[in-house]
Nanobody, 123 residues
């Protein structure tokens, strides 16, 4: 089992920045690809970003490319999502996920999920 706990959400003005963290416990963190998804009220959950177990491969949704950066620190069992130039449409609950491959994570079929953290961007 892998337990995931997100933090770092909050309220920020448009154009601002936030850094989300997802701390993992349980099985060996470095064996898992990690990712971030978001879900806005009344909308389906959507992929945001994913990173391979080594950190060498990263994938991003087109809507966040150039603004968001995913990274991981395997020594700290933590994955991060640096969000810059935030827009009101980025408002959502952000959740992290984990599984063996980056494709599984990106596809939304990962086996492990956190509870999520709220990000609200005001205009």
């Amino acid at each position: 089992q892998v337990q995931l706990v997100e933090s770092g959400g909050g309220l920020v003005q448009a154009g601002g920045s936030l850094r989300l963290s997802c701390a993992a416990s349980g099985r060996t963190f470095s064996n898992y690809a990690m990712g971030w998804f978001r879900q806005a009220p009344g909308k389906e959950r959507e992929f945001v970003a994913a990173v391979s177990w080594s950190g060498g491969n990263k994938l991003y949704a087109d809507s966040v490319k150039g603004r968001f950066t995913i990274s991981r620190d395997n020594a700290k069992n933590t994955v991060y999502l640096q969000m810059n130039s935030l827009k009101p449409e980025d408002t959502a609950v952000y959740s992290c996920s984990a599984d063996k491959t980056i494709i599984q994570v990106m596809s939304g079929v990962a086996g492990y999920w956190g509870q999520g953290t709220q990000v609200t961007v005001s205009s």
